[in-house]
């Protein structure tokens, strides 16, 4: 098969070809359709991503859809020819999406939503199971609360707007003027800097100053703070005086540990119910890049002018 592969930090990807896998016990062998591309592939190939893992020389991609051509034993619920999504690889030195094809752990993935394409699906899991294990495993957002997604035109902040308000919460979301626009057609109420403690949860998606000043915007008595970017050294006064609790949230831990994978699935099984009941949507890039173009696609979204979800089409 054809796969675009790492061989040093730094170094552009280069095509090349390697054995098809065969899917082992509890295996799916999925034809890999397409590959979403997101900031954390990037410090990858850079080699500024040391919490991932990921060994060289190395098949990158964390995200993929596709279509299963084969099972491994002892795997139930999925069939050849199924359409499927999820967060598989590329970390922990697990092969990633830009090959023509993936073994990969039948926990890890789902059916994917018949309301999207499989380029729509592939931009899905790592974003959507980041803000499901924030907002929903962590901070157990409800009907009612009032919810500060801080970033919310980013990948992540779109996901978790857009599954608070599928909870029934009330949305607030921070960004610069330029996204205003954005974030208002998904739901939320745009403020450009929280201010005041007065917001049940505060999910914060881009850490340092950000995450200090999250710990302010809290309620007191029972607000709750969750960060998937909480990596620095912060102050925890402000966040005490309020009697106010804090989570951290790191999606990569199933993939690199082996534990907690059906969870993933699980995640990616109520993406797929949100999406086809039209309550999750995705905003994909309109520029189209194939797999010997994915180096290009990588400059792409590290440009800044990428207008959704990039995408690298292997089908």
């Known amino acids: 098969m054809k796969a675009m592969i790492l061989h040093a930090a730094g170094q552009a990807l280069t095509l090349g070809e390697l054995s098809k896998p065969v899917p082992g016990p509890g295996q799916v062998l999925v034809r890999v359709h397409a590959s979403g591309v997101n900031p954390l ?23 993929m859809a596709g279509e299963v051509e084969a099972i491994g034993s002892g795997v ?5 020819g199924d359409r499927v999504f999820g967060m598989t690889g590329g970390v922990g030195g697990v092969q990633g999406s830009l090959a023509e094809y993936a073994a990969v752990d039948a926990d890890l993935l789902a059916h994917a939503p018949q309301a999207l394409s499989l380029r729509e ?11 499901w294990e924030g907002l929903v495993d962590r901070a157990r957002v409800s009907a009612g609360q009032k919810v500060l997604v801080q970033g919310g035109a980013g990948g992540v902040g ?3 707007i857009q599954l608070a308000l599928a909870r029934g919460a ?7 003027p330029a996204q205003r626009e954005l974030i208002e057609q998904l739901g939320a109420h745009f403020i450009e800097n929280a201010e005041g403690g007065e917001f049940d949860i505060v999910y914060d998606t881009l850490g340092g100053a950000v ?18 970017l909480g990596w620095g050294t912060h102050a925890l006064a402000p966040l005490s005086f309020r009697a106010a609790t804090y989570s951290g949230v790191f999606t990569l831990l199933p993939l690199l540990s082996g534990q ?9 099984r109520e993406a797929a119910r949100l999406a086809d009941a039209g309550q999750l949507t995705v905003r994909l890039d309109p520029q189209r890049f194939a797999l010997a173009d994915a180096n290009a696609a990588h400059a792409h979204l590290a440009s ?12």
């Open 76 to 80: 139930t619920g999925f069939a050849p």
């Open 41 to 63: 592939d990037l410090k990858i190939a850079a080699g500024r991503a040391d919490h991932a893992r990921m060994p060289l020389p190395a098949v990158l991609g964390i995200d």
């Open 121 to 131: 699906a592939a931009v899905l899991p790592l974003v959507f199971i980041t803000a």
């Open 158 to 160: 779109r996901a978790a």
């Open 304 to 315: 800044g002018n990428a207008m959704g979800k990039v995408v690298v089409d292997l089908v």
């Open 211 to 228: 995450l200090d000043a999250s710990f302010k915007a809290v309620r007191q008595y029972g607000g709750h703070v969750v960060s998937c």
């Open 260 to 268: 907690g994978r059906a969870a993933h699935g699980a995640i990616l």
């Open 170 to 176: 009330r949305v607030y979301a921070t960004g610069r």
